[in-house]
């Protein structure tokens, strides 16, 4: 298949958003860290002052919203979640629906999966119990049995739900499953975890209803031994990885095959994270086998820098830091997790700047549908047109590539090759001296109807258009008559302050345009041209900003 229907094909298929919402109303995992998010900076300054954005500095662990647990959660010596190759995170897969199977604290079997669907080698594999009813974004359940009348949300999403039997780890082994995902907090049984001794009460009753079934004790069900070396060693070394609180549109894909897309931050140091789920089937009148056959074959190209500790943030941003709560050894037998504590702002690693980074009244991350992050789109190379402090024009762009309206579109400096991982890196010129738009760009790019932009550089605008100007006069001068060198003006009289200090952001937050920054990885041997181009963020409903998994689609060389 050529590019052109490859990507048409794509922007034509039926994508299903499997996401929880992600606030700082989403419960976590009982006992662990909720979102927690504080404005650090305002446009007009706070606490440290000064002409800015609307920044947040945000505090979580990875057990909160829809999360992809690593192999390291249960295994210390498993793959890095940025090891782990885009092969492993995608492709096809089935949900099967035993939710007329399953009640509070139910144990299910392969059989029950294998009574509704046919799960075949290698899949992605999502179970829906039922239980996504009792997700916090999704409306009240009536009882006039419970209390206040309304069944307990947190209650049945995290500590009542169905949960495997111990046949089930075995069985998903044989299977070679990449993924298995769930849609209510774990995967697990919660009477396997910790919730088991933190609701004493609960277990009772899970244990009282295991031995009306079954006629065992939950230890003679689950020995503890057995399990701990099924889900922290076996499991892993199998490398299957577990998908949590799969909500949003699960209810239309029961017992039907999908090509799937599971795509954590590539993080190194931490061992889940959050991810946005999707499940793409084919257009109407296409035969399904035909898609998915189009789609293992296509090749998937990852811009995303690996998230760590050492990545830099933006000037005087917040870095990553990572604290590990709890450890596998730290609890009895399978009860126990490695589960990290994560602060942070979020202009550092790959990320999406969304509306209300700069615009007050502008949309949230999570407040954009999908449709909005995924599409067709052009990739503009225009590293032998720039160099230091450079400014680029339309003209270039569209000298490399055909860019369309309604397109993503992605430009590539080169600067890329400076960031923090690269053998190349220069820390100061990559976040200092990189090229930037010229004045006619914003407009350009809104009668284009650009979706969003993206920049392999740490901002869409020139350094010398933020507060980088200030900071680093010296620059600044060299940067100024650089470009009165080349269009005959100074700075002031080609960029005036008041219209485009942080023109990207100021002049094109407000008509919807957003960008990423800091794209990399694959981008380094990514040409100019067109590709299917989507970013796969958590959905944060009082994010400003937020990081993602950068992706384009291209047919297989």
């Known amino acids: 298949m050529d590019r052109e229907a490859l990507i048409s094909t794509i922007a034509s298929a039926k994508v299903y958003d499997l996401a929880q919402d992600l606030s700082i109303f989403t419960p976590p995992f009982p006992g662990d860290k909720p979102l927690e998010i504080t404005f650090f900076k305002r446009v007009t300054g706070a606490h440290h002052g000064g002409p800015g954005a609307n920044g947040q500095f945000i505090k979580w662990s990875n057990t909160t919203g829809t999360h992809l647990v690593g192999e390291r959660a249960y ?18 897969g089935v949900v099967a629906d035993i939710s007329h199977l399953v009640s509070d604290y139910s144990v299910y079997t392969p059989e029950m999966i294998e009574s509704v669907v046919d799960v075949k080698k290698g899949d992605i594999l999502i179970i829906n119990t039922g239980y996504h009813r009792y997700s916090w974004d999704q409306p009240d359940i009536m009882n006039p049995n419970a209390q206040g009348g309304v069944e307990s949300k947190e209650f049945g999403f995290l500590v009542r739900h169905p949960g495997p039997s111990m046949s089930f780890y075995k069985w998903i082994i044989e299977k070679e499953l990449k993924i298995v995902g769930v849609d209510c907090g774990l995967l697990e049984h919660p009477m396997n975890t910790l919730i088991r001794t933190m609701h004493p009460t609960e277990f009772a009753k899970a244990e009282a209803k295991l ?31 577990f998908a949590e609180s799969i909500v949003g ?104 700047d969304g509306e209300i980074h700069f615009w007050s009244r502008g949309r949230t991350i999570g407040q954009a549908p999908l449709e909005h992050w995924i599409g067709p789109g052009a990739i503009a190379d225009i590293s032998h047109l ?108 080609m960029f005036p302050l008041d219209k485009y200090y942080q ?28 590709y299917y ?25």
């Open 533 to 557: 181009i989507g970013v796969y963020l958590p959905k944060g409903m009082e994010t400003a900003s937020m990081w993602g998994r950068f992706i384009a689609i291209k047919e297989a060389d």
């Open 503 to 530: 023109d990207t952001h100021l002049n094109l937050f407000p008509k919807g345009i957003v960008h990423a920054e800091n794209l990399g990885k694959d981008i380094h041997d990514t040409p100019s041209g067109r």
């Open 75 to 92: 295994h210390s010596g498993g793959r890095a979640l940025a090891d782990i190759p885009l092969k492993d995170l995608m492709g096809r």
């Open 211 to 241: 031995k009306a079934e079954h006629g065992k004790t939950w230890d003679e069900m689950f020995p503890p031994e057995e399990y701990y070396k099924l889900l922290h060693i076996a499991v892993p070394k199998a490398h299957i990885l």
């Open 249 to 352: 549109q699960i209810d239309e894909l029961l017992n039907q095959r999908a090509w799937f897309m599971m795509l954590p931050l590539p993080f190194m140091e931490v061992e889940s994270s959050w991810m946005r789920p999707v499940a793409y089937r084919p257009p109407e009148g296409m035969d399904e086998e035909e898609f998915f056959d189009m789609m293992d074959n296509a090749e998937v190209l990852d811009f995303t820098l690996p998230f760590s500790v050492q990545t830099p943030q933006w000037a005087n941003y917040e870095p990553l830091v990572v604290k590990y709560l709890k450890r596998v050894g730290g609890q009895a037998f399978g009860k126990g997790r490695n589960t990290a504590l994560c602060t942070a702002s979020f202009h550092l690693a790959t990320h999406m």
């Open 386 to 493: 720039v160099s230091d402090l450079d400014v680029y024009t339309p003209e270039m762009i569209e000298s490399v590539v055909e860019v369309r309206e309604g397109d993503i579109l992605l430009i590539k400096t080169g600067f890329h090759v400076y960031g923090w991982n690269s053998p190349d890196s220069d820390e100061f010129r990559y976040m200092v001296r990189h090229p930037g738009p010229s004045p006619d760009f914003s407009d350009w790019a809104v009668a284009k109807k650009i979706k969003w932009l993206g920049i392999d550089a740490v901002s869409q605008d020139h350094p010398m258009n933020t507060i980088q100007r200030i900071w680093h006069p010296k620059t600044f001068e060299e940067a100024n008559n650089k470009l009165k060198a080349k269009f005959g003006k100074d700075w002031d009289e």
